[in-house]
């Protein structure tokens, strides 16, 4: 929940399961303005944020492009979801919806995704949350404004399952708090430096007819988020695609990602 283990709360950060309660788990937090990016130039400062927040967390290597990102996100089937304070870029994710080019997931969890495709679903990937705030229990309302966008996303037009891939010590987040179930087995993201990574899947329209609601989902099925939100999403159109340094960065993170555990 796009490398999908750093959808999560990153490895060493506080189990948001333990901070959970109260308002900030329940509602996106007010101060925040959440929308989806429109532009290559916003898409590319929100993954610059993820490169600084895995790179505070020590997921990643520094590298000069400064963002970080997959290639399955760098294209039209992405929504790069910005959570803004005063103008500024102070959180974001991204939601992937499958395509020939797979998702990121599928370097770690093939099985498991191609099972869900053979039953008839059409799969959402969410990942690279990143969040300014170092302190997570103070980032859980962001976390969940975007998610309430990502949710939407990955359930419109026909799409039927949301995945996302995360630490061991936040699983029990987002299975209580949205609704998320346990798909595989935990298996090491080389992705992230080999962190350990636990697949999650959502179906929104099964789930939401469950009782009691997960409070998150709960909130998120009140605050709908219409599909023509995302009409607008960049589409990474070819010129200014190459005017910028996107396309030198995915040959840089194809070339380190071409092993075993690759995300491309």
């Known amino acids: 929940m796009a490398d999908s283990v750093e959808s999560s709360p990153t490895p060493g950060s506080p189990d948001p399961a333990s901070r959970s309660s109260g308002p900030e788990a329940d509602a996106p937090q007010s101060e925040l303005s959440f929308s989806v990016a429109s532009g290559l130039e916003d898409v590319l400062v929100a993954w610059g944020l993820v490169y600084e927040t895995y790179q505070r967390q020590g997921l990643i290597d520094p590298h000069e492009f400064r963002i970080h990102t997959s290639p399955q996100a760098a294209s039209r089937n992405a929504a790069v979801i910005t959570g803004r304070l005063h103008g500024q870029t102070v959180s974001t994710l991204t939601g992937i919806r499958d395509s020939g080019a797979g998702l990121p997931l599928d370097s770690v969890y093939r099985r498991e995704l191609d099972a869900l495709?053979?039953?008839?679903?059409?799969?959402?990937?969410?990942?690279?949350?990143?969040?300014?705030?170092?302190?997570?229990?103070r980032a859980v309302g962001a976390l969940l404004g975007l998610m309430r966008f990502a949710f939407y996303y990955g359930w419109t037009g026909g799409w039927t399952e949301i995945v996302i891939g995360v630490h061991p010590h936040h699983v029990r987040f987002?299975?209580?708090?949205i609704g998320f179930e346990v798909m595989g087995p935990t298996l090491s993201y080389g992705a992230v430096r080999g962190n350990p990574v636990v697949p999650l899947c959502l179906d929104p329209d099964t789930r939401r007819r469950s009782t009691p609601l997960p409070r998150g989902l709960a909130v998120f099925l009140r605050e709908r988020i219409e599909e023509d939100a995302f009409e607008g999403r960049c589409d990474f159109a070819p010129e200014p695609l190459a005017a910028s340094v996107l396309p030198a960065y995915l040959e840089y993170q194809t070339g380190r990602t071409s092993g075993p555990h690759s995300t491309s």
């Open 117 to 137: 495709r053979t039953a008839g679903h059409r799969l959402t990937e969410v990942g690279l949350f990143a969040d300014r705030r170092s302190d997570f229990s």
């Open 174 to 177: 987002y299975e209580q708090v």
